[in-house]
């Protein structure tokens, strides 16, 4: 859904090659729940409609840019000059642009659509050149720091580094989410001179824009920890864990008992059902679709794709995976079962595997299990098979078995 009125673009920051996370991967790339950090950026900017982005790139941009999906446009900073000038690499694809230009950083996978979009509201209410999202921090270090006059008008932003021991002082602090007239960047990067360190920082821009008496306006965000950037992969860690709780949280308030959501990992694009409980040590991963009222875990891994229709179980320690199970069905203990069709209340017993060999292509080959089917303990499936419904398998059998 469309946020605005005005047209809005938007520039992702990603030049950087994270030199802490002592990687040979570019840092916007390394996945966070099974995403890349840059993907997480960009997921927020398109939820609020933004089809406009330009990502600026650098370090390996060939790999990057194999991340960013369809309609990001790249653009490459050679060498890192600092924000301001990584800004002004992305001005070109701007060119004739009228509207509002959002600027994020391409590290910080925590942001929501409800924030950018409360930044681009903001801007727009205000009527300001700049609107910038800033925050209270007791501790500030390491951020810039919004410096205002005695009426509280903002006059500049100064960085860490740069700051005098009263700036230093400063709790307010620059988060790193902008919203500019695209008219008003591009006249106030023109005029941003090297910082003592050589670069050109964007945030050097807000004292340009207050010399030539344009308005600036910013907005606090109480979620700071949404911008919490990622240099190390002690932070990815951190995030992960901040992450995992917003998704396992959402799913509770829909009707789902997580035992132990400290041992419990769900992908976001998962689906589960009303009633479900999900006992602890459980991964649950990428579009995979639970119904109501099932048990699973502990110890489970339910893989990519699978379904569970209503009312199944699954038992401690089973590793479901590109499978489909029918309603009232039981997948007992220690059993692999993949690329399964599992008909409606079947039991399939302890320490079942199903173990296709390659050359049974990716999905053409399965096995199938017809409804109120009962194979007892320690069946192998060694092949595509079909079993029909009603039967019983006696345990441990071998079924598929090429001759
Ligand atoms: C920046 C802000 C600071 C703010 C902080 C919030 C500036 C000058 N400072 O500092 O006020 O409090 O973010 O986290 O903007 N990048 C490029 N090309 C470059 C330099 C950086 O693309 O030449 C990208 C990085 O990859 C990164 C982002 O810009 O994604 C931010 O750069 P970083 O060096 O981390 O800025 P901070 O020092 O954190
Ligand atoms: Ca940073």
Redesign the pocket.
């Known amino acids: 859904m469309a946020v605005s009125k005005r047209p809005i673009a938007a520039v992702i920051?990603?030049?950087?090659d994270g030199t802490r996370m002592l990687s040979r991967i570019p840092k916007?790339i390394h996945a966070l729940y099974g995403k890349p950090l840059i993907g997480h950026v960009l997921d927020a900017i398109r939820a609020v409609g933004i089809v406009k982005i330009v990502a600026?790139l650098?370090y390996r941009s060939d790999l990057v840019r194999s991340h960013l999906g369809t309609g990001v446009q790249v653009v490459i900073?050679r060498s890192?000059?600092?924000?301001?000038?990584?800004v002004a690499q992305a001005l070109p694809k701007l060119k004739g642009f009228k509207g509002d230009v959002v600027i994020l950083?391409?590290?910080t996978p925590l942001l929501t659509p409800q924030t950018v979009r409360g930044l681009i509201e903001a801007h727009q209410k205000s009527g300001a050149a700049c609107t910038l999202l800033t925050a209270q921090l007791k501790d500030p270090a390491?951020?810039?720091r919004i410096v205002r006059d005695r009426t509280g008008r903002v006059v500049r932003?100064v960085?860490d580094a740069d700051a005098t021991q009263a700036e230093r002082m400063i709790e307010e602090?620059?988060?790193?989410a902008y919203c500019f007239q695209a008219k008003a960047l591009t006249t106030a990067l023109k005029s941003v001179r090297p910082a003592p360190n050589g670069?050109y920082?964007?945030?050097d821009t807000i004292a340009a824009l207050v010399r030539t008496g344009q308005k600036l306006s910013t907005a606090p965000t109480r979620s700071v920890g949404e911008?919490m950037?990622i240099n190390t992969r002690a932070d990815l860690a951190r995030v992960q864990t901040i992450m995992r709780s917003r998704i396992l949280e959402r799913f509770m308030l829909g009707g789902v008992t997580i035992i132990d959501p400290y041992t419990t990992y769900i992908d976001g694009s998962a689906v589960i059902g009303q009633d479900t409980v999900i006992y602890p040590h459980t991964v649950i991963e990428q579009g995979a679709r639970i119904g109501k009222r099932c048990q699973v875990g502990p110890f489970c891994r339910i893989g990519p794709g699978t379904v569970l229709e209503n009312d199944v179980t699954v038992a401690n320690f089973v590793d479901l995976s590109r499978s489909r199970v029918g309603a009232q069905s039981k997948i007992l203990h220690h059993s692999y079962i993949n690329r399964a069709r599992i008909g409606k209340r079947v039991t399939v017993g302890a320490g079942t595997v199903t173990a296709l060999g390659e050359g049974h292509g990716s999905g053409g080959s399965m096995i199938r299990v017809g409804d109120r089917v009962e194979i007892e303990g320690g069946a192998l499936f060694l092949g595509p098979v079909s079993v029909r419904a009603g039967v019983v398998v006696p345990a441990g059998s071998a079924l598929g078995r090429k001759s």
Do not use: M, P, S
């Open positions: 920051l990603a030049a950087g916007v600026v650098g900073q890192l000059k600092g924000t301001g000038h990584a950083y391409g590290d390491g951020y810039g932003i960085e602090i620059n988060v790193g670069e920082y964007l945030t911008f950037g």
